[in-house]
């Protein structure tokens, strides 16, 4: 093990959970790195789901506030965590993609949290049927609910699933790949986008299941850019149309600015 490199959990311990014929086992990873503020109402947003047959997985980019004391204090709650220098969040996401061993894998981020039937919910629409499955999403700003957000699939060429609500079937990662690292901050766009040309099955939830806080106009800006050049790269959208949006951006940054 690297010096640099820390992990715990039950997993460690040799205590591994299964799939059931009746209860599929569902992996969620959270990702984080300096996430003290938030982190513990994620962690328990998971361990207080109200679906059993949970795999939790916590991948810890080697923070240095007390990240490492919030996830010491449940290590006996979750299945594996790990703590080390990673090359950003994508990164973290695919470590943590290639740790998870449940039919079905959700990503849920250190600011944003799940409603607590969301898992029940998805393993029965999963049971039905569904591929990809995914809900509506609550956006907060500064603690307060703004508004739902939705994309049905056949938006998707043109507007992000609420990736926090998406639970992807392990083979999915298996037979197309993860994340892109070369995307800095709408890799988890990239792939969705890669699946829908695939021609995958997306299933939407007509039902909040997870929280999302959001970041800042300058975050925002940036995703959304690198989003505009990545949708022209993969043929959705045309270069007058990118070109538009960025000029958009640009403009109202400005005006956000002043």
Not at 123 to 134: E, L, N
Not at 164 to 190: E, M, N, W
Not at 236 to 249: D, F, L, T
Request: proline letters at 3%; charged letters at 20%.
């Amino acid at each position: 093990m690297s010096a640099n490199k820390l992990q715990g959990g039950r997993r460690i311990r040799n205590i591994e959970k299964v799939s059931r014929s009746s209860e599929p086992l569902v992996s969620i990873i959270t990702v984080v790195f300096n996430g003290e503020k938030y982190l513990e109402q994620t962690i328990l947003s998971v361990l207080n789901q109200t679906y059993s047959n949970i795999e939790y997985i916590i991948i810890d980019g080697g923070s240095s506030d007390a990240t490492l004391d919030i996830i010491n204090k449940y290590t006996d709650k979750i299945d594996y965590w790990v703590s080390e220098p990673d090359s950003g969040i994508y990164d973290a996401m695919n470590k943590g993609i290639s740790l998870a061993t449940g039919q079905l894998i959700g990503i849920i981020n250190s600011d944003d949290w799940y409603e607590l039937d969301a898992v029940e919910e998805i393993v029965r629409a999963y049971k039905d049927g569904s591929t990809i499955i995914y809900g509506f999403m609550r956006h907060i700003v500064e603690e307060k609910p703004i508004e739902v957000y939705a994309a049905y699939p056949v938006s998707i060429p043109c507007k992000m699933i609420p990736h926090s609500t998406c639970f992807v079937p392990k083979f999915i990662y298996d037979q197309y790949g993860t994340f892109d690292l070369s995307y800095r901050s709408c890799a988890d766009y990239h792939f969705i986008l890669r699946l829908y040309k695939e021609g995958i099955s997306f299933s939407i939830l007509e039902k909040i299941l997870a929280n999302f806080r959001f970041g800042g106009f300058s975050f925002k800006s940036r995703s959304l850019i690198e989003s505009f050049n990545m949708r022209y790269k993969m043929g959705y959208i045309s270069n007058y149309q990118r070109i538009i949006k960025i000029i958009g951006i640009y403009v109202l940054s400005a005006f956000k600015i002043r």
